[in-house]
């Protein structure tokens, strides 16, 4: 298995621009996350899906656009690419809780989003 | 979700046991404790997790103190692919799955 695969690596955008951080996973995992993580700090959930066609905001949503229209993919859109969203993104996924506890999150690799 | 203190630094000897604290006293009866860590700049990686008892993997030991308020992480024997920032983070079950994350403790593992 790949696992939980993110493409770009790295990009740079200018101010305005749009762009799709793509993230795969293939584990059938129903549950799948999109986080940033500015530099030196924690990671910040942006939106999550529970499965295909269901996809709830985090913490940091504004900004940013999601879709699940299939188990393995969840693309995270930026439409108009602020100074502010220069950050790691990382994409994860996970089984459903289950035993009263969640089940642990996979994380891919990131991609490391620059905004000028 | 409850909020998660750690000390933002540590060092550890090659060897020895690291042993990472965290403080969570406004915990809740439902929510579990749970570590993560991140070597360097990758996707944060599951250590384990626990709501009471002590747990323990292939990883590491969790020790939960018996009011809930604190726990600690255990490596047992750090070596240097152990040098990482750990995330310790409490969540409730019948929620959302938001992972919240704090800024972690930077662990240095000392050859």
């Known amino acids: 298995n790949a696992g939980v695969t993110q493409t770009p690596k790295f990009r740079i955008l200018k101010i305005g621009q749009s762009m799709t951080l793509q993230c795969t996973q293939d584990m059938n995992h129903n549950y799948m996350y999109w986080y940033r993580q500015d530099p030196g700090m924690g990671l910040k959930l942006i939106y999550y899906?529970?499965?295909?066609?269901?996809?709830d905001k985090g913490e940091v949503p504004n900004g940013y656009n999601v879709s699940r229209s299939t188990t393995e993919d969840f693309p995270l859109r930026l439409e108009l690419a602020a100074p502010s969203q220069t950050s790691v993104y990382f994409c994860?996924?996970?089984?459903?809780?289950?035993?009263?506890?969640?089940?642990?999150?996979?994380f891919g690799p990131g991609t490391r989003l620059t905004v000028l | 979700d409850a909020k998660t203190t750690q000390p933002p630094s540590m060092d550890c000897a090659e060897g020895r046991a690291a042993n990472l604290p965290c403080n969570h006293s406004t915990i809740s009866g439902n929510e579990y404790v749970y570590w993560y860590r991140q070597i360097h700049s990758q996707g944060p990686q599951y250590i384990i997790h626990?709501?009471?008892n002590n747990e323990t993997n292939e990883m590491a030991s969790l020790i939960i103190t018996e009011d809930r308020k604190s726990s600690t992480l255990i490596l047992p024997h750090a070596t240097l692919r152990d040098t990482a920032v750990y995330y310790c983070i409490v969540r409730v079950y019948f929620g959302n799955e938001k992972l919240t994350f704090g800024t972690g403790t930077r662990l240095t593992i000392i050859p």
């Open positions: 994860a996924s996970s089984y459903p809780p289950s035993g009263g506890a969640s089940n642990e999150q996979f």
């Open positions: 899906s529970v499965g295909a066609g269901i996809t």
């Open positions: 626990g709501l009471k």
